[in-house]
């Protein structure tokens, strides 16, 4: 069965950086795009960043570009978000998301959720 596995959240101090790792088993890997999601407090969950199956294409939220990188190892069959200049607003549960077979689809499938939290 499908398992999307993350780590790599914690504490930052605003300004830091996080590199967020998803572990991928179940399916096949390098056949599907990827995205991250995030979801703070009392707000609902949002799309922070998606890759191709090839990692060609990316796209990000307007309020993490430029800071954030998404990228894929297919070998490893993981998906990484790399996030820098961290700011307070950054704080949130960071969900992995796939398999996705349509660039503007979701997944069907969660991680568990790794919790980030930006805070001097």
């Known amino acids: 069965q499908v398992q999307l596995v993350e780590s790599g959240g914690g504490l930052v101090q605003p300004g830091g950086s996080l590199r967020l790792s998803c572990a991928a088993s179940?399916?096949?890997?390098?056949?599907?795009?990827m995205a991250w999601y995030r979801q703070a407090p009392g707000k609902e969950r949002e799309l922070v960043a998606r890759?191709?199956?090839?990692?060609?294409?990316?796209y990000y939220a307007d309020s993490v570009k430029g800071r954030f990188t998404i990228s894929r190892d297919n070998a490893k069959k993981t998906v990484f978000l790399q996030m820098n200049s961290l700011k307070p607003e950054d704080t949130a549960v960071y969900y992995c998301n796939g398999p996705i077979s349509s660039w503007y689809a979701g997944g069907n499938y969660w991680g568990q959720g790794t919790q980030v939290t930006v805070s001097s």
């Open positions: 890759i191709s199956s090839s990692g060609g294409s990316t």
């Open positions: 179940g399916f096949i890997f390098s056949n599907y795009h």
